[in-house]
């Protein structure tokens, strides 16, 4: 892949993650004529709708890389193409779901200590080719809604460990950590579970608003110190 050029005065918020992020996104360079579709139906759309239309004299370019099925493992497999070739300023990844469900289909999903390692170096990298980035870390989430309900409490079992190391990559690195578990779970006394998260793993329209709002909420004036 070309590397990407940085442009002066632009600043790059890249999104990472998995199909949360993916949003549905048209992928590949022969539709990148789309503007429209670029960046998925979901939260990363959701930002980059608000900060640029608040921001636009500030040049924010904004990317999605996420990708449907991704482990934190399969992240680390695309990294460079994916991350460091973007050159962003602002890095988010929202990573753990799928991690957890292969763990609990065909043990094919990171355990805590490798999804640590792993995330490590993942951030390891992306400071070593940007060592002014930004990084921003969402929580991964589940609800009891959908299919999940018959086995919501081993989805909390084998996420809860994930979440926790989430945390403690964050605290580590100096990233922002967005929580989105507790948050979820308060909204469960406005609605019920699939009004926000209709299958216990992905999140609806409303869903999508809500972590949307938290990201704002935690990271959204990380791109003035870039």
């Not at 070309?2 to 999104?15: Q, T, Y």
């Not at 960046?39 to 900060?51: P, Q």
């Not at 409490?153 to 990559?169: F, G, I, M, S």
Request: glycine content about 8%; charged content about 30%; some cysteine.
């Amino acid at each position: 892949m070309e590397e990407k050029k940085a442009e002066p005065g632009k600043k790059v918020i890249l999104f990472q993650g998995d199909s949360i992020t993916d949003g549905g996104r048209l992928r590949g360079k022969e539709n990148e004529w789309d503007l429209n579709h670029q960046m998925g139906h979901g939260y990363a759309f959701l930002i980059n709708c608000i900060l640029g239309t608040k921001y636009p004299g500030e040049h924010l370019e904004f990317y999605n890389r996420g990708l449907s099925g991704n482990r934190i493992a399969d992240l680390y497999g695309r990294w460079k193409e994916d991350c460091l070739c973007m050159k962003p300023d602002v890095l988010s990844i929202m990573v753990g779901a799928n991690d957890c469900g292969f763990t609990l289909q065909d043990h094919t999903g990171s355990e805590p200590e490798r999804f640590e390692k792993i995330y490590q170096l993942l951030l390891e990298e992306a400071r070593e080719a940007n060592p002014q980035i930004r990084l921003v870390l969402c929580e991964p989430f589940t609800l009891p809604s959908g299919v999940r309900k018959t086995d919501y409490e081993d989805w909390k079992r084998v996420l809860a460990p994930l979440q926790e190391k989430t945390r403690r990559v964050a605290e580590r690195n100096g990233a922002v950590f967005v929580p989105l578990q507790e948050r979820f779970l308060e909204l469960l006394q406005v609605r019920e579970a699939e009004y926000w998260i209709w299958d216990g793993i992905h999140p609806t329209v409303c869903g999508h608003q809500v972590i949307a709002e938290q990201w704002l909420k935690y990271a959204g004036e990380l791109w003035r110190e870039v």
